[in-house]
């Protein structure tokens, strides 16, 4: 059955990497399922052979979360809108749907995510499952909106879940890395559609450093870049039209950017920019979020800066209780480090790091970072519970990987080279 | 103004390819950023008609080549480029000798400069690019 299911180009290749190149894994198949029914037959299968199947989005990670020498599958036939409610502000997606595939089916039926991240080219589930991120303190991560779905355990069954029918399954599932099953549906709470003015002013540190937390006040969506070799920043404010900051009021930056249009035509696409770079994104308590920053700035000034030509991206989030949100229960602020791919990143990221953890920073899980379950589990009170959750929906571990066991189980970080 | 004289004014001035041997951005700075900043910097002129389309590639003393990277001067414009600023596809390492080769499209024509102000007493150098 699963032989029918198999790409055979996909097999002839037999590769499989990450979108900057930094993660590649060599797996016995690459499937690409078009039903559930077909899921399931791929998960028990894997399941009978003791092989590992990872489920792969769009391979925006930096971490090895898809890699496995077993199977992969891809969701890429398992696409678009199942079904909808504009009245209840409700819709439903298949799992392998990306960002930019939903953001145009959604408004067409006059719904929207509430917020979004920088990038269009995630599946939906890829971007939920990794806790990927806007910015704005009033918004969540994307898994926010995630109000029930379906998945495939790791014995092949369907599970349905829906907060009230069993809401702990549904804030462990939000950021759950693949490891609770593989989704194939999920519903989701929507707003009307609507219209953005994205604006973005260029000054330097200096300049902006005392706007900054008014600027994340007043607009409903504030981040802003920092260039380590020259301390410019770029300012981004997205709000709805004529909101927001007043321009007069930002008389020491110089507006480069002033574009209206429909919320999923907001995102940056970066098109303008290679995708050829690594990652490292930690979640630090908002009101402690600029002290870190200035420190963060200050270590990047003296020893980075000869290396690193890479601007940092600074953001703010809303808590959540998704078990294993890196916002969980905590407004939070993530400073995120960013180096060439053709050039050396750990030596810069390990440097860094230790600050961000002094702030009891949470390591973005699709980012690098050095951290293994004995360090996280000090950082999410219900480690332990997602844990036994995972557990129960996989019990033979066919989701796991080395890293995975590293990562949830018992990994230590001494024993584990940085992924 | 006659046929001839017209006929000048539509020749765009300088090379198609052009060389800088001397690159080295200072690695330390003094004074408020990002105007003391240290750096070099390409100025390029293109007094064309055309949009010049360039690629700078920067070579180092151990072989290794960084670049290129496409940039572009509006016609009859001149643009300066910090190269401090190039990020992608590679951000060049600081401190080290490099060499500027730029080709472009259309002839344009290339000056240098650095500004290097490690110590208070700033010091500013610019050469012309050797053009071809």
Redesign the interface.
């Known amino acids: 059955m699963t032989q029918d299911i198999l790409d055979e180009d996909d097999h002839e290749e037999a590769g499989w990497e990450n979108w900057s190149g930094s993660i590649t894994a060599d797996p016995d198949e690459i499937l690409e399922p078009e039903t559930e029914s077909e899921l399931q037959d791929i998960v028990r299968r894997c399941a009978d052979d003791g092989t590992t199947v990872r489920v792969a989005g769009a391979g925006h990670s930096w971490t090895p979360v898809v890699e496995t020498d077993g199977v992969i599958v891809s969701l890429a036939n398992m696409t678009g809108l199942v079904d909808h409610d504009p009245d209840a502000g409700t819709a439903t997606l298949y799992a392998g749907t990306t960002l930019e595939e939903a953001g145009t089916e959604l408004h067409t039926r006059g719904l929207a995510f509430p917020n979004l991240g920088d990038v269009s080219m995630q599946t939906v589930a890829g971007a939920f499952g990794t806790g990927t991120h806007g910015t704005g303190p009033e918004f969540g991560n994307l898994s926010s909106v995630l109000t029930g779905g379906r998945l495939v355990t790791g014995t092949g069954e369907i599970r349905e879940f829906n907060a009230e029918d069993n809401p702990d399954l549904l804030r462990a599932a939000k950021v759950s890395l693949g490891t609770l099953g593989i989704f194939t549906e999920i519903e989701l709470d929507l707003q009307d559609t609507y219209k953005i003015q994205r604006r973005e002013y260029c000054t ?1 540190w ?1 300049e902006c450093k005392e706007h900054i937390p008014n600027l994340i006040e007043e607009n409903r969506n504030f981040d802003f870049y920092w ?1 380590p ?4 920043v770029k300012l981004r404010l997205l709000n709805g039209p004529g909101g927001g900051t007043d321009h007069d009021d930002l008389e020491y930056a110089t507006l480069v950017e002033n574009q209206t249009g429909w919320w999923q035509e907001t995102i940056p696409a970066h098109d303008d ?2 995708r ?2 690594d990652e490292m994104e930690y979640a630090v308590a908002r009101e402690n979020g600029l002290e870190c920053f200035e420190k963060a700035r200050e270590r990047v000034r003296e020893n980075w ?7 940092m991206l600074v953001r703010t989030i809303a808590p959540d209780e998704a078990m294993l949100s890196t916002e969980y229960d905590r407004e939070a602020m993530t400073i995120s480090c960013i ?2 791919a ?2 050396e990143h750990w030596p810069y990221f390990t440097d860094m790091e230790p600050l961000f953890r002094e702030y009891d920073g949470r390591p973005h899980w699709g980012k690098k970072h050095t951290l293994r379950a004995a360090e996280l589990e000090e950082l999410y009170p219900e480690w332990e519970h997602f844990q036994e959750i995972r557990r129960d929906l996989d019990p033979e571990g066919v989701f796991m990987t080395d890293y995975l066991e590293a990562l949830l189980e018992d990994g230590s970080s001494s024993e584990v080279e940085p992924t | 103004m006659t046929d001839s004289d017209s006929e000048t004014d539509e020749t765009p001035i300088g090379e198609t390819r052009w060389v800088i041997p001397g690159g080295h951005v200072p ?1 330390g700075s003094t004074g ?3 105007e003391m ?1 240290s750096h070099d910097k390409l100025c390029v002129l293109n007094t064309g008609p055309e949009m010049a389309t360039l690629e700078v590639t920067l070579r180092y003393g151990d072989g290794h080549e960084a670049g290129p990277y496409p940039l572009s001067v509006a016609s009859e414009r001149v643009r300066h480029i ?1 190269i ?12 080290r000798d490099y060499a500027i080769v730029v080709e472009s499209n259309v002839p344009v024509v290339v000056q240098f400069s650095r500004q290097d102000t490690r110590q208070a007493e700033n010091a500013t150098l610019s050469t012309m690019g050797y053009g071809e």
């Open positions: 330097n200096r260039y070799r020259s301390d410019e920019i290679g050829e770079f800066r000869k290396d690193v030509g890479w601007r180096q060439n053709d050039l | 690695t408020p950023e990002p900043v910090r401090n600023d190039l990020i992608d596809p590679y951000a060049p390492p600081l401190g």
